[in-house]
């Protein structure tokens, strides 16, 4: 290996870069320029695809495992054309961080096998390519998590939830990039760069998990995986207008996963599913939780699937502001419509405050640097890798004591208690409606809050991030963007920054927040919010 961090990090572009094959290099002829924007219709458009990997490409992953599950189509097609969509999503995005291709034709030669010498399909995910977030380990592949000194050094075993969902039928081709320490809310480290957004490439896909988000909506992959610890499922989702599921701590095993901040415990990180239907959602989170993931993880609690029945009508409180940043016209526009339509339904709608939420954040963040930044710092020494600008807030931070820790873990629970309380005071409360995140998608370098999310991480509640159907509009957005007076300072730069131009057409995602530990209701809140917003795909709950 080489000896200086930029040298180390250049061999491992490389080597991502050698592992396409040559037949999937777009030839300088029909690359899209820089200066084209939306990628995401450059698989139909370009002809480098055939029209049956188109076909094999289109479905989303429960439909497509009705065709592999039958015979009807092998999974060596299916896997052969979402590597060469992943390895064009690469090329056109920087969203990959290793290709497994070779495997996942052997794995998917091998399902076929199954399949024909038993009849039966392996499992309920039987042949279906699964993309994975860079820090799932798999054996004998790296997880760098964006860090320079964990290149060449592969996972010795496998992520329990890997190991599940291999043992369903899965095939793993691809990891997907992610920030350095998975800490960002962008997708960007010294390694491997800068992910892109395919809709808006001038846009940040989000982050920590921007480098599913951005493969997902490019179509090459129909189910991801990634995680959450203060909207790292949420944020990419939204600044892609895909689903996503942010479940609580416990549902989901999360045994073996690599972090940057390994021990941190004041606030739990969580993966999930991330996909373009909530059908998809429910797939992954049904299929996870019948596994019985509680005899391989010890902290997953032992609750099977439950099904529930709610009514078709739901109590929803919307929160439009969280007291401290207020959104961008596009999102206050997107919430607002998405009320008047479930009120024109028929579903009450009551407000919410958002009392203690400035607090709770303020809290989330000084978790994260509890250490001081020497977690971080101790894994950028070894090869003198820099900090990225975006790491500032670790690099500055200054170690906390016991003490003080043991200090704000009690006051987040009294806090927790008293949004608790507050719930319980609002009776047949089903859920909260509010933004993801205060933009639709914003430029590079300038995510600046993650209120939004992070807030319902350290009430460990189930939320779902969903497109609500609305864009952003230049025009129609431009009056709004003149007429709000700021929350607070960094209300104020987020304002101040709001380009209308720059975001016109881009898809504006809403948050679902249900209790903890209500992820089977939130899908079906949200299965009954699409039908009412006139933009479902029946799910199989």
Known sequence: MPEKWEDIAALKRNLLLASIPPDWFLPDAIKPPDSQLN???FPAESRFFTSRELELTSLGAA??????????????????????????????????SETLFDTARSTAAALD????????????????????????????????????????????YDSTLVQLLRNAGAVFYVKTNVPTAMMIAETVNNVFGRTLNPLNRALTSGGS???????????GSALGVGTDIGGSLRI?????????????????????????????????????????????????????????PWLADPRCLP?????????????????????????????????????????????EVVEWRAEGHER????????????????????????????????????????????????LQAERTELCKAYLDRWNGVAGLDGILCPTTPYASVAHQDFKYVGYTGVF???????????????????LDRAAAEAHAPLSDVCAEISGSYNEEAVHDMPVNLQLVGRRLEEEKVLQMADIILKDLGMHAPSRT
């Not at 989901?252 to 059908?279: D, H, I, W, Y």
């Not at 409180?317 to 959104?327: F, S, T, Y």
């Not at 991480?457 to 025009?475: I, K, M, Q």
């Open 39 to 41: 990628v995401t219709r």
């Open 63 to 96: 439909s497509l495992l009705e065709k592999l599950a039958s015979g009807a189509w092998s999974a060596v097609e299916v896997a052969e054309a979402y590597c060469k969509r992943a390895a064009v999503a690469h090329q056109l995005t920087n969203c990959l």
């Open 113 to 156: 096998e199954h399949l024909r010498t038993t009849g039966r399909p392996k499992g309920p995910l039987h042949g279906l390519p699964i993309s994975l977030k860079d820090n799932f380990n798999i054996m004998g592949v790296d997880s760098t998590v964006g860090f320079v000194s964990w290149v060449n050094q592969p996972a010795t």
């Open 209 to 219: 998990s921007g480098g599913e988000s951005a493969l997902i909506a490019f179509g």
């Open 236 to 292: 990419p989702a939204a600044c892609t207008g895909i689903f996503t599921l942010r479940p609580s701590f416990g549902r989901f095993p999360t045994l073996g996963a690599k972090s940057g901040l390994a021990g941190q415990e004041a606030v739990q990180s969580v993966n999930g599913p991330m996909a373009r239907s909530l059908e998809d959602l429910v797939l992954f989170s049904k299929t996870v939780v019948e596994a019985r």
């Open 303 to 347: 609750i099977p699937w439950r099904e529930v029945s709610l009514g078709r009508k739901l109590k929803l409180a919307v929160m439009w502001h969280d007291g401290v940043v207020m959104p961008t016209p596009p999102v206050r526009r997107a919430l607002r419509e998405t009320v008047e339509q479930l009120q024109a339904a028929g579903h």
């Open 360 to 407: 709770i954040a303020e809290i989330l963040g000084r978790f994260f640097v509890a250490d001081g930044g020497k977690t971080v710092k101790s894994i950028l020494d070894p090869v003198g890798e820099p900090w990225r600008p975006e790491m500032a807030y670790y690099k500055a931070a200054s170690e906390m004591g016991v003490a003080e820790l043991w200090k």
């Open 457 to 475: 991480n350290v009430l460990d509640y189930t939320a779902l991030s969903f497109p609500s159907g609305v864009t952003a509009h230049r025009e």
